[in-house]
Nanobody
Framework: QVQEVESGGGLVQAGGSLRLSCAAS????????AGWFRQAPGKERDFVAT????????IYADSVKGRFTISRNNAKNTVSLQMDSLKPEDTAVYYC???????????????????WGQGTQVTVSS
C-alpha cells in the first residue's frame, strides 16, 4: 500500500518558521517528481512548490517565492518544505504529493499527481 505521511504542521506567529516533512512508504519515489499544495477553508487546493525527481529543478508559487524552500532526500524517501517569514495568509492544510509512474518532471498541476498525503494543518497568527 502506497502512503505519504506529512508531519511538522502547527501554530506559529507571523514571521515565524515551520518545516513540513513527508515520508513515502510502500514504494520508492526517487524516479518521480513531488510537490506541496495547500487548501484553505472554502477554497480550492493550490500549488505551493514542486521538485523534480533528481532535485535539480524547483518551482514555486509567486506567493511563497523567496520564503519557502522545497527539498528532497531520495535515500530516505522524504520531501520537505521549509517555510520562513510566514504570513497569516499561509494558513491552510498542506498536502504533499508524488507524481508516480516515473514522471520525473516537476509540475504545478494538481491532476498530475497520483499519490497524496492526508494533510497537515498550518496556522499562522497575526
Amino acid at each position: 500500500q502506497v502512503q505519504e505521511v506529512e508531519s511538522g504542521g502547527g501554530l506559529v506567529q507571523a514571521g515565524g518558521s515551520l518545516r513540513l516533512s513527508c515520508a513515502a512508504s510502500g514504494r520508492t519515489f526517487k524516479y518521480d517528481a513531488a510537490g506541496w499544495f495547500r487548501q484553505a477553508p472554502g477554497k480550492e487546493r493550490d500549488f505551493v512548490a514542486t521538485i523534480s525527481a533528481s532535485g535539480g529543478t524547483t518551482i514555486y508559487a509567486d506567493s511563497v517565492k523567496g520564503r519557502f524552500t522545497i527539498s528532497r532526500n531520495n535515500a530516505k524517501n522524504t520531501v520537505s518544505l521549509q517555510m520562513d517569514s510566514l504570513k497569516p495568509e499561509d494558513t491552510a492544510v498542506y498536502y504533499c504529493a508524488v507524481r508516480g509512474a516515473y514522471e520525473s518532471y516537476a509540475s504545478r498541476y494538481v491532476d498530475h499527481y497520483d499519490y497524496w498525503g492526508q494533510g497537515t494543518q498550518v496556522t499562522v497568527s497575526s
